[in-house]
């Protein structure tokens, strides 16, 4: 267990809000990932993170912004929350190449009204 | 183009009996692979990984899986069901030297039924 928290876990918002979503892992990974996960797609990779200030858009990032400034930390920002954002959201790190593994965090249920 | 396709969305065994779960993948170069479980209200946990090596990979909780290349599979496979297997399963692949972005697969929910 790669020691990876999330904050909140679970989340009501309504549509147009802003909404935050926080990872923090204390392993030191330097390459860190959110995913959304929903019914019939599995997880589909929004951003990631290979260090700190250097991040990039995955499968699924329109709508989502991130920023890293802290190893340890890595931020999802909803800047106008929308109902099709409504979703499971999971935070990973990686090991690095020699281990390979990605570590998951519990995830945060989001919904948005 | 990487891509995973599981067969079956849902699939339900007796306990004892032989867990089959099969995932295909299209990419351009010979992936990583991986099986991936996540039980109730949880993140996702290692099942499995393939790299390089021997294509044939046992992981935790007896379940092992063989990645054949001609095939483009990778099925997960266990000889004995339990009640504590039920759960949904995930198959990924990642391209070797990148960043380890995973694709993932619809999921498969494994059910075990006495």
């Known amino acids: 267990d790669a020691g990876i928290t999330q904050s909140p876990r679970h989340k009501v918002t309504e549509t147009g809000t802003p909404v935050t979503l926080r990872c923090h892992q204390t392993e030191n990974h330097r390459y860190m990932y959110w995913y959304r996960q929903d019914p019939g797609h599995g997880l589909r990779l929004i951003h990631y993170s290979y260090g700190v200030k250097d991040t990039d858009k995955g499968e699924v990032s329109d709508g989502y912004s991130v920023s890293r400034s802290k190893t340890e930390d890595f931020l999802l920002t909803l800047e106008s929350a929308t109902s099709s954002q409504t979703s499971v959201y999971f935070c990973?790190?990686?090991?690095?190449?020699?281990?390979?593994?990605?570590?998951f965090g519990p995830g945060t249920r989001l919904t948005v009204l | 183009a990487q891509s995973v396709t599981q067969l079956g969305s849902h699939v339900s065994v007796s306990e004892g009996a032989l867990v089959l779960l099969r995932c295909n993948y299209s990419?351009?170069?010979?992936?990583?692979l991986f099986w991936y479980v996540q039980y109730p209200n949880q993140g996702l946990q290692l099942l499995l990984k393939?790299?390089?090596?021997?294509?044939l990979v046992k992981g935790i909780n007896g379940f092992e899986a063989e990645f054949k290349k001609s095939e483009t599979s990778f099925h997960l496979t266990k000889p004995s069901a339990h009640m504590s297997d039920a759960a949904e399963y995930f198959c990924a692949v990642s391209e070797p030297g990148g960043y380890n972005k995973l694709i993932f697969g619809a999921g498969t929910r494994l059910a075990v039924h006495p």
């Open positions: 990973a790190t990686w090991t690095g190449a020699l281990a390979n593994e990605q570590f």
């Open positions: 990419s351009s170069v010979p992936p990583y």
């Open positions: 393939y790299t390089t090596g021997a294509t």
